[in-house]
């Protein structure tokens, strides 16, 4: 499906790797109307939020059962594929968080509890397969260590 594809390719990201996808002609030299279909999907998911996966390393998290992220400059990217709550619970950084959106566009709020951050973003700006969120930091993202996330 669109959203294994679009998984896979958010995984391998933040896993520091890079990803093929296997797709072949059929004898007719056309592509399978369904691969053409979710290859287009991806393909306009990364047109909002590429900044997030072209040119980017692994994040401080690994991509677990529900967020995983990337990193790039003085930026990490949060990729949000379940909101079982309203909210996404991160431990906090190491390095001061400047801001923090939606890469697609749309606001979100940032608040710190207790030794995390707390990320809460309108289930209207939510994109259904992978939200990605855009921190800005004080300083480069690339000297932050590997970093658990708690389960949802």
């Avoid at 959203?3 to 890079?18: I, K, P």
């Avoid at 909002?48 to 990193?71: D, L, Q």
């Avoid at 949000?80 to 801001?99: G, Y």
């Amino acid at each position: 499906s669109y959203e294994e594809c679009l998984r896979y390719l958010v995984s391998c990201a933040c896993g520091d790797g890079n990803l093929l996808m296997n797709v072949g002609p059929l004898p007719t030299g056309e592509l399978d109307p369904r691969e053409a279909d979710r290859i287009k999907r991806v393909g306009q998911w990364l047109e909002k939020n590429g900044e997030a996966i072209y040119g980017t390393r692994g994040g401080p998290f690994r991509m677990g059962n529900f967020i995983g992220s990337t990193r790039k400059g003085k930026n990490i990217y949060l990729h949000v594929s379940n909101w079982s709550d309203n909210a996404i619970t991160i431990p906090d950084l190491p390095v001061k968080v400047l801001s923090a959106s939606l890469l697609a566009g749309g606001e979100v709020t940032m608040t710190r509890e207790n030794g995390m951050l707390v990320f809460k973003v309108d289930p209207k700006l939510r994109d259904s397969a992978m939200t990605v969120i855009k921190l800005t930091l004080d300083k480069s993202a690339d000297g932050i260590p590997p970093m658990e996330v708690p389960k949802n």
